[in-house]
């Protein structure tokens, strides 16, 4: 077990992936934050140990969800346009009927949170190029997640840089398991050899993921598990399409998802994609057109 921000039980059987990063916090001076790039494209799950936001927790838990299911998942676009617009937050508010009173309530809350949050985030991430400036406002409840890797039915060619921060008074609690690499070298195998020739590299990496873990909704297979409990206000960094994951339980978190150029990526060869070929070449002795 390790204690901090973060309280993570390791399981013996599974590589310890997990880096702290101490010295970093809300009154770093920005120049002193440092890069954390080579380590989460190296599929490390990073830890703050000194690093909490200030959320408005009874604000948060007072977002009436039941009544407006829109707001269990909002976007939003964390850099607004020049008229300070932020278009995705608009579209789920027209979309939910949110009455007004209720946005003008949200917004500020989003905005404050963003003038703390992103300017720590962009400098974790320095070196990176962003394509698309995004957030994703996490209000529902969650139990018992299957595990899995992050899939798609399309191949998307952009990287992405994900922070996820607890708005809950309440622990997060996640479980993690095999990285992506562990999954190739140990179920690859159970992946037939014409899936992999024919498939698209979204299907393949779908595909992993059900060779580990099973391919329908689950949380009860049989594959070892840390335990993480994340507490209030707290921040933690993983390339979630690499490292296999559930939420256990949670009630509320934002993710930070900017979409990176690949070409700013310091090793391409951990784009998701890049890993789908260099499989697929490994296993098939030819590369798949």
């Known amino acids: 077990m390790e204690n901090g921000l973060a309280t993570i039980f390791k399981h013996p059987a599974l590589p310890d992936y997990f880096q702290a990063v101490p010295g970093v916090s809300t009154q770093t001076p920005l120049p002193d934050i440092p890069s954390i790039v080579p380590a989460y494209e190296a599929g490390k799950v990073l830890t703050f140990p000194d690093l909490r936001f200030d959320i ?3 604000f948060w838990e007072s977002v009436p969800t039941d009544q407006y299911p829109e707001l269990k998942k909002l976007g939003s ?6 008229n300070g617009v932020d278009t995705a937050l608009d579209k789920h508010f027209t979309r939910g009927g949110i009455p007004l009173a209720l946005q003008e ?3 500020p809350q989003i905005r404050k949170f963003y003038d703390v949050a992103l300017p720590i985030y962009d400098r974790l991430f320095s070196g990176y190029s962003f394509t698309a400036r995004r957030s994703a406002w996490r209000l529902n409840l969650i139990h018992n997640e299957d595990m899995h890797t992050d899939t798609y039915a ?12 607890n708005l809950d008074r309440q622990p997060r609690i996640w479980q993690t398991s095999w990285a992506v690499d562990d999954m190739i070298q140990r179920f690859g195998d159970r992946i037939p050899r014409d899936r992999l020739a024919t498939s698209s590299r979204a299907n393949v990496w779908k595909e992993i993921k059900n060779a580990a873990f099973g391919p329908t909704a689950q949380w009860w297979d049989d594959q070892p598990r840390h335990v993480l409990y994340f507490d209030p206000g707290e921040a933690w960094i993983v390339d979630s399409r690499q490292v296999s994951h559930q939420i256990f339980y949670g009630r ?11 070409a700013s990526m310091q090793n391409p060869d951990r784009h998701y994609l890049n890993i789908t070929d260099a499989f697929r070449e490994r296993t098939l002795g030819f590369k798949v057109a």
Do not use: K, N
Not at 77 to 82: E, M
Not at 252 to 262: H, K, M, T
């Open 56 to 58: 408005d927790f009874d």
């Open 77 to 82: 676009i964390a850099t607004p346009d020049r």
């Open 252 to 262: 509320r978190a934002v993710s930070i998802d900017f979409w990176v150029d690949p």
């Open 154 to 165: 399309d191949e998307y060619p952009q990287h992405f840089a994900r922070m996820f921060i």
């Open 105 to 107: 309530a949200i917004r």
